[in-house]
Structures are given as C-alpha cells and as structure tokens.
C-alpha cells in the first residue's frame, strides 16, 4: 500500500572522492605500496554505499608517485573498489594535482557534466584542481575546518566534537544546501551496515549473561549496531528532541474540545520549561527544540534561558485549510513543510546530536494522523480515529466521517507528497522530513505516538527503508497507532497508556535505548570475567 | 491463599513520645496557646499510623507552663490526638522532666511494664526522664546527632541528608536493634498515606496536559506520593539496588544446564562491575551492593574500589538443601536469611537510598521461585515453572515434577516461613526481608523478576500490604513472574522479554518510576502557564 516515492529531480550524478586524508587516513610519506591500510574516514565507507545504491556514479582522484589504479583498488579492499565505477592516479594521468587531468579524466569515463558532480578532498590542491575543472567541492579534515571557522553556524550549538569528521554528515550538509534538505536526505537513506548487524549477536552471546536474557534490549543493541555500522555501538547520546507545532482548519469540524490558541499557548509552555516534555527531556538529558512550522495564531514572546529550550521559527503558514473541505495545503507547502523537519535534523546532528527523538504539538492533530494512517495502511477510518486528548462518542463519530470522507478524495493517488497535502498537517510533514535526515545522517530516531507514526508512514513512503533508522518508544492508546506499528513491523520499547504527544513516550524510551548500547560496551565476556558458560 | 503473618513475638507495647522537638517543631518561647499549629516532623505521622494500626499503645509527655492535656491535643489535631492514649503535661501532674512523674502516669494508664516500651525525645532532660522511669529511650534532632556522632555506622555512606531526622526511620532503625529487623519492619507495614493517594490526582488533573494522558505514569505518580506521604512526593533517589546470592542443592536434579560455582563467579564480576546489573544501575545512577548470604562454594578475594560495588558477607550456610529430597532449609536458617535481608535494606536507607530496587543472583534459584509461587498463589506447578536461563523439553519436565513433588510436601501449612524454608532459597528470604524493611522504612521498592516476585508473595504473606509499596519494574518471559503479577495484582512498568535477573528489569524500569515523580512538581499548571482548558 505504501506508494513508491517520486523520483527526486536529484542534479547530483557522480562524486568524486580524493583517497589519502579524505577518504582514508593519509599513509605516512614512504609507506611501501604492499604495507598500505586502509583506515576509513568514519561515515566513508557508509557514504560510498548509500550514494552507489542511490544510483550516483562514484570515482576517486588520487596523487601518488608509485600507484596506478589497480594498487589503489587494492589498498581499499574489494567493498569498496566495487563501489568506485572509476580510479584514475596521478601517475595514470601524468599529472598531479591541482592539475585537472586526473578529475577530467574521471568525469570523461563516467560521461558526466562538471556542474552535475561533486569533488571531495582534504587539501587546497584537491579545491584548486575541482576549481579547475568546473566541479563543485567539499572539503573535509583540516581544510575544511580552516574554512568553516570565521563563519561559525547559526542556531547550532558548538558541540561538533568528532562528527565533523564524518564523511557522510559532512556530504549531506552540503548537499543539502545544494539540493535542499529532503531531497539530499533520501539519497542517504538505505539498508543498515550488514557486517555490524551480524557482529552484534555474536558479541552478545560472548557477554556475562544467558543467551538472549535481555531481550528486546539485545535486539535494540544490534539495530544501534546497523545504525552506527559499529559492534558495539557507540552510546547514543546527546539526545535531541525537537517539537514541530502546528494548526489545522479540521479543528472547525469540532473534533477536540481544546481551544486552537492552546498550541501557541503551549509553545509558549514548552519554551518556559513547563511542559511535560521539558520534564522528560530534561530527566533523560535530552535537550528541547521547539519548530512553529504551522502554528495559527501569534506566538508569545519567549525569553531564551541559556541550555533552556529553543524555539526555531520557521512558520510555512497559519495552519492549514479544512481536510474536511478540500486539500489542507498545497503541494509548495508540503514540500516546505518536509525541508521544515529534514532541516531541523541536520542542524540538531550538526549541533552533536547522536539520536533524535520525534515531538509534536497541535490541537486537532490527531485527525489529520488518523487520515494519514488510513491513506497509507488502507484501513479504514474508524478502525484507525481514536479519542485524541479525549473525546465523546459524538465527537468521535464525526472525527470518523471526516476522516472517511478525506481519505475517500484520494482515490488512487497516494503518492506521499499527494497524501501529506490533501489530508496531513504541517507538522506530520515536518516530522516526516525529521525522520528522513535523521536516518539519512546515520542516527536512530526514536518517534513517539499517533502523530510521529502517521509521519513514518509518510517518510517510509518518501525514502523506502528509513523504517530501520528508526526506534519506536511506546505504544500510544490511539489505535491509529496500533495500526501503524504493525504496518511498519515496529515493537513499540514501552506501552505505558500514553496519550500525550509532545514527544513524551520517546523521551521516557531513551534510558532505555542508551542502555541497550551501554550494555554492549561495558559488560565483561564469560573469558574476560572468568565465568564458565553453560 | 496468603496465609495469615505468625504474629510477631514484639516486647514493644508501648512509645512515649516527647512533644516539641521530637513530634513537631519546637514553638519559639512565649507562643500564645491559641497560635501553637502543629508542624510534624518527617515522618511522625506516618509512624503513629502504622504503630497505632500494628496495636502498639501511643502517648505523649510534655513539658509545658500553661498547657494541659485538651490544649495538646488540640495544637495536634484531630486525626494525631486521635492514635494518642495518653497525653500527660508537667502541669497535669505537677513535675517537669527529668523528673519521670509524666512518664510513669502515662505508662500507668496504659497499663504497661516501662521494659516493654520506648520513649522517643529530644531533650537530655527526655533522656533522663526515660533513665529514672526505666524506660528505653531513643533521641530525635541535635541529641541524636551528638550522641552518633563520635560513632559513624560501618558499611554504610554518610550520605544521611535530612533523612535522619525522619522519626519513622529512626524509631524504625531502634527497633531493629532491639527486636530484629525484620520483627521491626513488620510493625512498621501498612496502607499508604490516604491524603497524599487522594490529592495526587486533583494535582495532575492540574498540570498542562489533557487529563489522564500520561497513563501509567500518573498512577505510579499516585503511588508515589502515597508512599512518601507528600504530594507531589520527592523524586526516589538516590537508588540502591542489593544483589543477593545464593546457591541451591536442588542443582543435584539437573534443573539448569550451569554449573553451581557460576554463582560465585557472577559474585566476582558483580564487584568487579562486569555484569548487566551493574552497567544498568550505573547507567541509572544507582549503587550496587551485592550480599553473599548462601552462596556454596568460597568466594574469590575482591579489590573494593572507591565508589563501585559493595559486597557483604553474610552467608546463613552454604547453599540449600536438595528441596527435591527435604526442606531446603530450617526455620532459623529462613528467619536469619530474612534478616540478612531486612537489614540490608535498612542500611540502604541508612546511607541515603530514597528507593530500593531487588537483584538476585543463583545457579538453579528459578526452581524454589516455581515452587513458591505455587505454594502461595495455589497454582499447579506446570503453570509456574519455566525455562529459567534456557533449557530444553525433558529438563523443563524434571524442573515441573521437582516443583509438584515439592509443594506437595508443603499440604495444609503455608504459613510464610515453613513455605520459605521448605521449597525456597536463602536469597528468596532474604528479598522477602528486604521489601518489608524497605516498606517499613518508607521507600519505594521496585522489584525485579520471577525470583523477586516469589519474594515478594512471601513478603505479602508475613506483612500483608507490604505490596503497596512496591512497583513491578518489568514482566520477565518466565510464566511465574505473570502468575504471581496477576496474584499481586501489580501492573509492571516495562515488558522487554528479559529473562536475567540480577535487577536488570528494575534499574531499566528506574528512570520511568523517577520521571512519575518529577512530572508532579516539575510541570506548570494551567493557571500559572496561562494554557485554556478544554
């Protein structure tokens, strides 16, 4: 039931990678070309594997005095020359760079357009010879700090630690600024790294405990695994939450008891630290974001509190139109919408984010969930519209009409970007592009409940296979969230009877989360602890 | 089927208590008669309840130039006045303290010998008072403070806070002493604080956020604040989790595929900070002390390290019996087991522990945890007994028959310690000791798995109502820890499938019980937020 995701009109058609300092380590001067090891830049070897299954033609430009292309395949290992459609060497090309030779060479056998491809290196020559060539470049390690350093990012905390380094990140954020944030995620979403998958279970059953005693969380440690494409995983911490707020025109129909100026009210509520939320986020040192993407009504001014939570503003309209009357925003708003979320996720990885965790605020928002889920499970609407904060059977009875009535305009058409337009919220949307960067950025995403699952549903759509980025924290009493799990395969951590939003079940689910990961470090095994095994 | 507790054989029928200082606070001289409002010491309240529930006779003596009997119960109200049954002034019988007058007309009109009773005060004149009538005396507040403090406990942090100044805890900690700590703890068991169970939800009915929507966590929120009497109750930390380890000669029958000496090996890796429990507790930032009251085989010498675990010797005997073949232990084993463990509890709290959580540790303990919870739920054993750390059909089926054949043994007589002793395990007592003390003492006690719950059904047995305050951190894969959860009627916090004991449910359930707790005074209410209601 799940639409195939529209072809992204993507002008990104071959990168082309330096190899010493960019892609690996740099040898020391004099390494025998027999003793060279590849020793991969972090996020490299996932960066060549998402880009080669997206359909990016990949090359690498390397100087060198002894190599030609088959050395280099070799000192790289077969994964990932098997990835490299090209390989051209200084001494191929009888020119080093900044000489263009080698990269013109490269762009020649993959026949494509300098403007259409991308040059990633660590040193000036590699920039002087993409300059020279008419291709755009990136730069990564010490040249690409040198650049970034007098112009410091806005809105992103200075917490970058090592993951500047990371060569996928540092891809994505550029092509994110090139092709818009969406767009360059969902050429970055693909399967979890296979070899750290399989590692996990193996160093789980060397650990001081029964095989498989622990559950869910030995299963929650390997997705980490896949994710970080590291056994063990690294803890993933610092935590993110960011909070998309919205309104909607469906709130005319009478489908919640609560007043429309009670989003912006708890805008305000979430930006003063009062929120259930803040709580969670604050117990589970997670830190709070705070994105008006479509409240209706004005915001009140908010004194920014030094660590206190953010508040992005980045309104693409004053809620939407009437589900229940036609579309609730055009397709322009939609796609505003999801850069909206997928922005906030880049900014919040690059700020040091290690896991992202899904929030939402909108009165009437679990009307447009209901519809989302409906469109893209094909169930119907009363087996998938709940009570919201709660309602009567009245209310409830025609939330489910419009519901039913909004799904049924569909017809045939359930492209994600259709379906999200028609019948969703600006802040579905925004959490579907959330979702989508964050797995696009190599982190696990936690969603909450009814609103965050009818967004996964829509970023499944978007960029089949994000689902396995991401870690669902509790199931909601709404039964549109009942039903979008089981969609998506998902094993909720917690089922507490929540039914709040905000991104509370998600936050409650992080200890959680964090420990399956912490489990993998720091036990001891059965020979390390001289513990006889079964 | 839970069998009615054997009644404590307690010498205690009488406590006295001084008034100013010792029940409320001291007036400040010159208050007229009129003005004096009662300001309770921690947990005097709560103390006079639950003595005056467990039959224990209650009076109070003061000195006082004006007041006499009707004005003191008037300054304390109605529901204090009310568990007093005798109140005598230095007016009333013409004699201040030292002199013992007051304290020999209240001991007369209740009739009671003074080696049978305590006097609790804060004064040296209480002191002496206490000496001339020849009453055991405890001191409260400065005179407390001064006569401990040339003496600091062993084993135990100094990390007391304000803790010592609760009067349920210090009378409780006397009583231990002078009647051992489990006689103790069990005077000290009953219903939760009424008021603070009954304002819990009129508070979250006032927080922004739709009414009920946070499900579990407002009653475990209840729960809390019933348990502390204070609503909103404090945050339960800092957490101490006790390992106990123990070892069973029921292993003789093949029930577990590892071999007995794993026990003591586990007890090394747990001090030296290898196991599950102790990443999972530190993740949770509680301690772990691990107590060695029956481990069969000699333990490995262990560096204690600033800070990690602690280990405690207090082994009753090398291991249990065969309960296949006989009792696994004698009554007197059983009852210093559950001494071992209500002590340990008590010195959690001692050190500061605002909750207690329940770890165990024994090659085989599964076995005794089938049997009793047969033995105290009336269920056949083929419905309680699992596949513990994973064993095959045939070995499940010998495990079944053993648990039968034993619970057989048992016929009319289910009284908790003959259960205890004939089908359980030194570390089962010693958990059914250490959730009455942690009760008595006024904490939360969040229990583990199947082996906990066997404990705790014992522990309901010998203190009913000790279940009120504990909270179930998890439902282990093991169909006893359902059955005896269903007994209970506990709903547990997490279901991850875990089978591990250790308390590696109850330190991943930790943060969510915590997080109860900071929901209530961490959130803004409606009013102050400036948020509608629906």
Sequence with gaps: MIASPASPAAPLEAVIFDVGGTLVDQAPAGTAVADLKAGFRPGARRLLRLLSAAGVRLGAVTDTSVMREADVRAALGDEVSARLDVVVTSVDVGAAKPDPAGVGRALAVLGVDPANALMVGDQPADQAAAAAAGIPFVAVGALRRASTSTSPPTEVDDRTSSREEHLDVIVLDHLAARLGPLIASRLLVGPLDSAALADAPALQARLTKPPGSLGRLEQLGAQLAGIAGACPPPVPEPAAVTVFAGDHGVLAQGVSPWPQEVTAQMVANFCAGGAAINVLAGAAGASV?????????????????????????????????????????????????????????????????????????????????????????????????????????????????????????????????????????????????????????????IVDG????????????????????????????????????????????LDLGLRLGEGSGAALALPIVQAAARIMSGMATFDAAGVKEA
């Design 450 to 493: 009814v609103i965050a699952l009818s967004a996964l549903l829509v970023a499944e759509a978007l960029a089949p296979g994000v689902t396995a980025s991401v870690i669902a924290g509790h199931r909601s009493v709404e039964p549109g969230a009942s039903a979008a799990l089981a969609h998506l395969g998902l094993d909720p951590v």
């Design 289 to 445: 974001t705070v994105v008006d993407v479509g409240v209706a009504t004005p915001l009140l001014p908010v004194a920014a509190t030094a660590g206190g939570p953010t508040l992005l503003e980045r309104r693409v309209r004053p809620g939407t139109a009437d589900l229940s009357e036609g579309p609730a925003m055009t397709r322009a708003d939609a796609e505003a919408a999801l850069d909206v979320g997928a922005a906030a996720a880049l900014a919040a990885v690059a700020g040091g984010a290690r896991v992202l965790l899904t929030g939402d605020m909108g009165i009437g928002n679990t009307t447009p969930a209901a519809a989302l889920i409906s469109a893209l499970t094909g169930l119907p609407a009363s087996e998938v519209t709940g009570r919201g904060t709660g309602i009567d059977d009245p209310t409830l009875a025609r939330k489910v009409a419009v519901v039913d009535a909004a799904v049924a305009r569909l017809s045939s058409d359930r492209s994600p970007l259709r379906v999200v337009a028609e019948v969703g919220g600006l802040e579905h949307a925004a959490l579907a592009g959330y979702i989508v960067a964050g797995a696009a950025a190599g982190v696990p995403v």
